[in-house]
C-alpha cells in the first residue's frame, strides 16, 4: 500500500469522528512520526510503498485514533510554541489558544521586564516553561493540585532546559510570602452544560480536574487567584487569563470589582473571547 493509499483510507475511516480537514491533519501528524518524513516531504513520498512494519504502525495508530485517543497521547508528546512536551491522561493537552496567551505575555515584556512569575494550574507546564525558555532570567514558580501533573510538568522542565520550581498545592488554600510581576494562569473553566460541546476524546481521556467547574461557581478559580493576586502582585504587575469564551462580562466585571485596571479582554483567533490582561494599581 502507498502512502497516498493510507491517507484516503486514514480519512475514510475516521470521518465519524473527525471531518475531512481533521481527519487529514491526523494523517500528517501519523506520518511525520511514523516515518520520519517532514511535513513537506509528504506528498512527494505519495506514490511510495510502505514497508510492512510502517504498516503495522499506521494501523496501530489509525484503531487508538478510531477509539478516540487523542493523537498526543498515542505519541505521548505533543509540540507547543516550538516546544516538545511530553503528555499523558494526567494533564490537558497544550492548545493553540494558550499560545496565544503565551504570545501576548512576551508581547508584554517587551515593556514591562517580569523578574518573577507564578503558573497557576501548570499541568503539562506548558506555559511555565515556555515562558522561562523565553525570558531565561526570571525566577518562574508553577503550581498544581496535581502530584500526576507535577511529575510530568517536571519531566518536561528537564526535556526543555528549564529551571522551575514546582509546588503541589490547590490555589484555593493557597498561601505564600512571595511576590511576583506576572501572575498567569489557564485553570478549570468549563461548567457542565458545555459537556455537550465537547469532542469526545477530550471527555474520555483528559483529566476531568483541569477541566471542569460547577455551574454554581463558574469563576471560582479565578476569584481566588485574583484574590491572591492582590497581596503578591508587584506594584504595576501583570495578571494573565485563559478564559471561558461566554464569561467574558463576568470576568471584567469580577476584576473591576476587585480593583484591577487597565482590564484587556481578547479573541482567540476562532473570533472567542478567550483571554484577559489586567495590572495592580
Known amino acids: 500500500m ?3 493509499q493510507f491517507e484516503h483510507e486514514f480519512i475514510a475511516e475516521l470521518s465519524p469522528l473527525y471531518d475531512a480537514q481533521e481527519a487529514r491533519q491526523l494523517f ?3 506520518a511525520e512520526y511514523v516515518s520520519g518524513l517532514s511535513r513537506a516531504m509528504i506528498p512527494l513520498q505519495a506514490a511510495q510503498a510502505v514497508s510492512v512494519e510502517q504498516e503495522g504502525s499506521y494501523q496501530n495508530i489509525l484503531r487508538e485514533l478510531k ?3 487523542p493523537v498526543q497521547h498515542i505519541f505521548a508528546e505533543a509540540w507547543f510554541y516550538g516546544l516538545k512536551f511530553m503528555v499523558s491522561s494526567s494533564v490537558l493537552i497544550p492548545r493553540p489558544e494558550t499560545e496565544e496567551l503565551v504570545h ?3 508581547e508584554s515584556a517587551a515593556t514591562r521586564k517580569f523578574s518573577s512569575f507564578l ?4 499541568g503539562s507546564g506548558c506555559i511555565a516553561i515556555t515562558l522561562k525558555k523565553k ?4 525566577h518562574a514558580n508553577a503550581l498544581d493540585v496535581s502530584r500526576d501533573a507535577l511529575q510530568v510538568a517536571q519531566e518536561n522542565a528537564s526535556l526543555n532546559g528549564t529551571d522551575i520550581n514546582f509546588i503541589q498545592i490547590d490555589i484555593l488554600k493557597y498561601s505564600s510570602i512571595d511576590s511576583y510581576d506576572l501572575i498567569v ?3 478549570p473553566y468549563i461548567t457542565p452544560k458545555e459537556r455537550l460541546e465537547m469532542h469526545r476524546n477530550v471527555l474520555a481521556y483528559e483529566p476531568e480536574l483541569a477541566l471542569f467547574v460547577t455551574e454554581e461557581d463558574p469563576l471560582i478559580f479565578y476569584k481566588s487567584i485574583a484574590d491572591f493576586a492582590l497581596s503578591h502582585l508587584e506594584t504595576s504587575g501583570y495578571l494573565f487569563f485563559e478564559i471561558n469564551e461566554y464569561l467574558g462580562k463576568e470576568m471584567i466585571e469580577m476584576l473591576e470589582g476587585k480593583g484591577f485596571i487597565d482590564i484587556e479582554l481578547r479573541k482567540d483567533m476562532q473570533g472567542k ?3 484577559i490582561r489586567c495590572q495592580l494599581k
Do not use: F, Q
Open 2 to 4: 502507498t502512502l497516498k
Open 28 to 30: 500528517y501528524m501519523t
Open 67 to 69: 477509539e478516540g485517543r
Open 104 to 106: 501576548w505575555i512576551l
Open 119 to 122: 503558573d497557576v494550574g501548570t
Open 135 to 138: 525570558m531565561p532570567a526570571s
Open 185 to 187: 494562569s489557564n485553570p
Open 273 to 275: 473571547d478567550r483571554m
